[in-house]
C-alpha cells in the first residue's frame, strides 16, 4: 500500500487506486491460473468488495462477516 513500508504515494489516494495496488500486488505474487479467495475487514473489506467488481478474472471470491440488525 502507498505511504507503507518502502512505497512512496504518488497522487491522491482513493480507495479505487487502492484497489488499483492491490491488483497489481495479486499479479506480482500469485502463479498464473490461480485465484485466491480474499477475505478482509472494515477498509480492506471495501478494497477487496472492488477487487472483485473490477477484476473477477484475479479472485476466486470472497467473505465477510454480515452484522445483524436487532429491531426493537
Not at 18 to 40: F, K, M, N, Q, T
Not at 50 to 71: F, S, T, Y
Amino acid at each position: 500500500m502507498p505511504g507503507h513500508a518502502d512505497r512512496a504515494q504518488e497522487g491522491p489516494w482513493t480507495i479505487r487506486s487502492a484497489a488499483e495496488d492491490l491488483a497489481e500486488y495479486v499479479r506480482s505474487v500469485v502463479p498464473d491460473g490461480v485465484r485466491p479467495i480474499i477475505i478482509a475487514h472494515s477498509m480492506g473489506g471495501q478494497l477487496s468488495m472492488l477487487l472483485n467488481v473490477d477484476h473477477p478474472e484475479l479472485v476466486a471470491g470472497g467473505g465477510g462477516d454480515r452484522p445483524r440488525i436487532q429491531r426493537r
